[in-house]
């Protein structure tokens, strides 16, 4: 079922695959893991995740989908591709539960954009200093200023316009 999923993704079946933290949808439909650190952490403002997001701003964990396996719930995952307005699995899209709605993912060609917030760091939450973001993209967009000292794009990190 993995492979029907994508082969970019670790498999179900890898018994070299070493969860290192583990995320679900609020109803826990979708579960998935990831191996390693992200390799950057971001936050989104952009037109598109305020609106999807339903939120000034997207904050998320920039993983590579090698890292990545779902261990419950592919059979429930729905795609939703922005650019043009179709849920279909065409990359990059949106990817969410279709049982509860949650917003899980943001999934790239190589990359799997996931959302802190439904990670299980523990009671009360420990959110390790690698999901810590390193930027604000798209601010030129945002809803509301951000007062840190976070390096502010025009555009995407490192291909864009400092603010």
Same mark, same amino acid.
């Given at each position: 079922?993995? !492979? ?11 018994? #070299?695959? #070493? ?6 949808? @609020?109803?826990?439909? =979708?579960?998935?893991?990831? /191996? ?8 989104? $403002? ?18 590579? !989908?090698? $890292? ?10 729905? +795609?939703?591709?922005?650019? %043009? ?9 949106? =990817?969410?539960?279709?049982?509860? *709605? ?6 790239? %060609?190589?990359?799997? &954009?996931? +959302?802190? /917030?439904?990670?299980?760091? *523990? %009671?009360?939450?420990? =959110?390790?200093? /690698? +999901?810590?973001?390193?930027? $604000?993209? +798209?601010?030129?967009? %945002? ?6 000292? &976070?390096?502010?794009?025009?555009? @995407?990190?490192?291909?864009? =316009?400092?603010?």
């Amino acid at each position: 079922m993995q !492979k029907e999923f994508g082969d970019a993704f670790a498999s179900v079946e890898d018994t #070299t695959f #070493t969860a290192k933290y583990r995320a679900g949808c @609020h109803c826990q439909a =979708v579960q998935y893991e990831v /191996s390693a650190d992200p390799v950057d952490a971001k936050i989104c $403002h952009c037109v598109v995740c305020q609106t999807l997001h339903g939120a000034p701003m997207q904050w998320a964990a920039i993983f590579h !989908k090698r $890292h990545v396996r779902i261990t419950r719930g592919i059979a429930q995952l729905r +795609f939703y591709n922005s650019a %043009r307005q179709q849920y279909e699995r065409i990359l990059p899209c949106k =990817v969410s539960c279709a049982v509860c *709605g949650t917003l899980i993912a943001d999934e790239g %060609r190589k990359m799997w &954009l996931a +959302f802190p /917030s439904l990670f299980d760091f *523990g %009671r009360p939450p420990q =959110v390790p200093a /690698s +999901f810590t973001p390193t930027c $604000h993209i +798209f601010y030129g967009m %945002r809803v509301m200023d951000m007062h840190d000292d &976070l390096p502010k794009w025009s555009g @995407h990190k490192n291909k864009s =316009v400092l603010l």
